[in-house]
């Protein structure tokens, strides 16, 4: 299980997916209301609107709740990120001790490279 499984790749999303195989982070930010959004999509969920930029984001930000999944051979960190200048994300938490991570915890994006698609955006402890 991934927690970016359900960003489809599309044209709306191709400048999503272009950024992250170069590994940059850009979020969609609406010009009507001026707020980002995860995740990205051609249409701005707060007001509706179609008038999106791509905006580099630090991938900075802090756990905001997160579930361990031990039913597989290796364990799993699904996670909330609120990230400091954006929206709260669904993700993975990675390359950490699901043992030592808490909420508030401080995390970063990294992009890990997938088999069959583009690098998705994942978090670790910064
Ligand atoms: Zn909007």
């Given at each position: 299980?991934?927690?970016t499984?359900?960003?489809?790749?599309?044209?709306?999303?191709k400048?999503?997916?272009?950024?992250?195989a170069?590994?940059?982070?850009?979020?969609?930010?609406?010009r009507?209301?001026?707020?980002?959004?995860w995740y990205?999509?051609?249409?701005?969920p707060?007001?509706?609107?179609?008038?999106?930029?791509?905006?580099?984001?630090?991938?900075?930000?802090?756990?905001?709740?997160?579930s361990?999944?031990?039913?597989?051979?290796?364990?799993?960190?699904l996670?909330?990120?609120?990230?400091?200048?954006?929206?709260?994300?669904?993700?993975?938490?990675?390359?950490?001790?699901?043992?030592?991570?808490?909420?508030?915890?401080k995390?970063?994006?990294?992009?890990?490279?997938?088999?069959?698609q583009?690098?998705?955006?994942?978090?670790?402890?910064?």
């Amino acid at each position: 299980m991934n927690g970016t499984d359900f960003i489809a790749h599309s044209p709306e999303t191709k400048p999503f997916w272009d950024a992250a195989a170069r590994g940059r982070f850009v979020l969609p930010r609406c010009r009507q209301c001026d707020r980002t959004h995860w995740y990205p999509r051609g249409i701005c969920p707060h007001c509706l609107s179609k008038a999106l930029d791509w905006q580099e984001s630090p991938g900075e930000g802090e756990i905001h709740s997160f579930s361990v999944n031990r039913m597989g051979d290796q364990p799993y960190v699904l996670a909330y990120v609120a990230l400091t200048k954006g929206p709260i994300m669904l993700t993975n938490i990675v390359d950490a001790d699901p043992d030592t991570l808490s909420i508030g915890a401080k995390v970063k994006v990294v992009f890990k490279p997938s088999p069959e698609q583009a690098p998705v955006p994942l978090f670790v402890l910064r």
